[in-house]
Every structure is written in structure tokens, then in C-alpha cells.
T-cell receptor, first 118, second 116 residues
Framework: GAVVSQHPSWVICKSGTSVKIECRSL??????MFWYRQFPKQSLMLMAT?????????EQGVEKDKFLINHASLTLSTLTVTSAHPEDSSFYIC??????????????FGPGTRLLVL | AQTVTQSQPEMSVQEAETVTLSCTYD???????LFWYKQPPSRQMILVIR??????QNATENRFSVNFQKAAKSFSLKISDSQLGDTAMYFC?????????????FGTGTRLQVTL
């Protein structure tokens, strides 16, 4: 149980284009999902908290107009990198919050999306 | 704000041996969770083990166990009978227990190499 998928796993795009990344909880409903960014050999940096049916909450320093988040259903959150530039190249990871049978809150992670902006 | 410190950037262990990864944290909260996540070369984050702060008993999951010292704010991970597949980056993480969305605060990670 508690499987999270992410699509695409790899994307290469030209500078100025927009890229959409999907995060799905496959076997549970997630009212809350999270989006992280990870630079090489570094830890995960939380970008925003995605709440189903409401606006996302962004961390300080993250441009909300640049990184659009939509959480339209209990199993899907999307991150759109708008007008991507080379400095947006990174590894993006989503996670979904699940409570499980024992009501133990845990975040389960997707496999990540590697974005390369040329 | 919470902070999580992993003071060992890299560690190495021989196959079948035991290794302990250290983690300390700083918080004024009394109700929280602690986690160890593993990130192998595939970069998929995998939950290894979780601990609830109110539980005195140390969590165990097969070959993985923790030594949770709440007063010292220490949460180390012991891997017994190390296997080549344990080679990965290991992240310690803290989660404040609240009624709303709970964020994870990660440490900087420890890269573990299991050798023959």
C-alpha cells in the first residue's frame, strides 16, 4: 500500500516553455501532497504544500506564479513550471500524506521527475 | 523552527556487519514523529522506519532499528546484517504533529556504502 506515482520521470524542454508534472496517490486518498526540489548531492527542499480543493501554500522564496500547483482531486496534484529556464533544471519529488490503518501520519514519496531545461 | 543534524556525511560498512547512523534534532515541541528515509541511486525516497515521540519503545523493522533518546533529542538508525542493497543516502526527518498539514524537516543526509 501507500504507493505514489509521478509522471513524467524525465523531461527535457526548451527555455521559455512550460512543463507539467503529475503526482498521483495510487491506493489511497491524499488531501495533502507536498512538492520538493532536490539539487545534486543535497537534501530535499520543500517548495509547497498542496491541499485538495484549496490554494497551495508556498515556502518562503518560492515563486507561486512560477511554480503553479493544482490539487483538483484526492489522488492527483500537478506542478507546472511556467516559462522554464535553465536554472529550473532540477529533480522534483512529490509526496502524499497518508494516515494508514493505524492512523499514523506518514509521507510517501513519488519516484521523482528529472527536469532539464535547455 | 526545527532543525535536524546528521553529522556523518559518509559512512562505509562491510556486508553482514552492523552500522549506526546518527541523527540529532532540535525542537521545542513535545508531540512529533521521527523518520528515516532511504534514497538509493534510483533516487526513489523509501520509508525505512518511523518513531512516535510519545512512545518510549524503540521502533524496529526487520534489520533496521532505532535508538530514540528523547531527552537527548537523538534518533540513530542501526542497520544489522548490512546488505549491498542498503547502499543509499539516508535522511533523518522530523515532523511536528499538528492538526493540519505537517511538514517534514530533513537532515543533510548520510551516504552509506556497503562493501564486499
Amino acid at each position: 500500500g501507500a504507493v505514489v506515482s509521478q509522471h513524467p520521470s524525465w523531461v527535457i524542454c526548451k527555455s521559455g516553455t512550460s512543463v507539467k508534472i503529475e503526482c498521483r496517490s495510487l491506493d489511497f486518498q491524499a488531501t495533502t501532497m507536498f512538492w520538493y526540489r532536490q539539487f545534486p548531492k543535497q537534501s530535499l527542499m520543500l517548495m509547497a504544500t498542496s491541499n485538495e480543493g484549496s490554494k497551495a501554500t508556498y515556502e518562503q522564496g518560492v515563486e507561486k506564479d512560477k511554480f503553479l500547483i493544482n490539487h483538483a482531486s484526492l489522488t492527483l496534484s500537478t506542478l507546472t513550471v511556467t516559462s522554464a529556464h535553465p536554472e529550473d533544471s532540477s529533480f522534483y519529488i512529490c509526496s502524499a500524506r497518508d494516515f494508514g490503518r493505524l492512523r499514523q501520519e506518514t509521507q510517501y514519496f513519488g519516484p521523482g521527475t528529472r527536469l532539464l531545461v535547455l | 523552527a526545527q532543525t535536524v543534524t546528521q553529522s556523518q556525511p559518509e559512512m562505509s560498512v562491510q556486508e553482514a556487519e552492523t552500522v549506526t547512523l546518527s541523527c540529532t534534532y532540535d525542537t521545542s515541541e513535545s508531540n512529533y514523529y521521527l523518520f528515516w528515509y532511504k534514497q538509493p541511486p534510483s533516487r526513489q525516497m523509501i520509508l525505512v522506519i518511523r518513531q512516535e515521540a510519545y512512545k518510549q519503545q524503540n521502533a524496529t523493522e526487520n534489520r533496521f532499528s532505532v535508538n530514540f533518546q528523547k531527552a537527548a533529542k537523538s534518533f540513530s538508525l542501526k542497520i544489522s546484517d548490512s546488505q549491498l542493497g542498503d547502499t543509499a543516502m539516508y535522511f533523518c526527518a522530523f515532523m511536528k504533529r499538528t492538526g493540519t498539514a505537517s511538514k517534514l524537516t530533513f537532515g543533510t543526509g548520510t551516504r552509506l556504502q556497503v562493501t564486499l
